[in-house]
């Protein structure tokens, strides 16, 4: 009886996916317009930035490390994870302070939660977007 | 009725980048995105009135 071994090749990533996939994070999108995806970018950059902009517009709030009156510091990182996953909007907005404020009148919106929902799901569709960006330029998805 | 438009909103925008990174050619994906939109009214549907009935 003859043994056949399988021997697996892991090729190394190249450098040049690591940089698309920084810039598929920092602008939704962009990760994909530069790899010539046009329709991939429109449809998952634009679904981020829609995203992203819709939940703003609800009066959203996004979350940083300084903890608000009655919570910890702690229970913001998570939110903060996913809002960060926006790249340059999220720190554009924290630099401008847009969506960052503990506004109690803006809190009474009956679109507040959802607005929030909105600008969460934002940074995490900009995760896939990145990571599927990252595959394309990495030869590991066609 | 407007809480259910925003449900509507929110599954198109997920099931676009689900069904735009998932399968190989593009019918699969658009039959994927619109299966990942179905689910996402359906479950939010279910959960719903599940909702309703628990008084707490």
């Known amino acids: 009886m003859v043994k056949t071994e399988r021997v697996e090749v892991i090729e190394p990533t190249p450098g040049n996916a690591w940089m698309i996939g920084a810039v ?38 996004m ?6 009156e009655g919570s910890s510091t702690i229970l913001q990182v998570p ?28 809190a009474a919106r009956a679109t507040y939660e959802y607005g929030n929902t909105f600008l969460l799901i934002a940074g995490l569709l900009n995760y896939l977007t990145m990571l599927d960006a990252f595959d394309i330029a990495a030869g590991r998805k066609p | 009725m407007r809480h259910f438009l ?9 099931s676009v980048v689900f069904g735009a990174m998932a399968k190989d ?22 959960l719903g009135w599940l909702l309703y009935f628990i008084p707490w």
């Open chain 1, 24 to 61: 598929a994070w920092f602008v939704p999108g962009l990760g994909h317009a530069l790899q010539k995806r046009w329709i991939r970018a429109a449809l998952m950059g634009g679904a981020v930035w829609f995203s992203f902009f819709i939940g703003l517009q609800m009066g959203g709030h």
């Open chain 1, 63 to 68: 979350f940083d490390l300084s903890a608000s």
């Open chain 1, 79 to 106: 939110p903060m994870i996913a809002n960060i996953g926006t790249g340059a909007l999220y720190i554009v907005s924290w630099l401008l302070g847009i969506g960052f404020a503990d506004d109690p009148v803006q």
């Open chain 2, 6 to 14: 925003v449900m509507c909103l929110f599954a198109a925008i997920a």
């Open chain 2, 25 to 46: 050619d593009n019918r699969e994906r658009w039959l994927y995105g619109l299966k990942v939109f179905a689910e996402f009214i359906v479950i939010g549907l279910a």
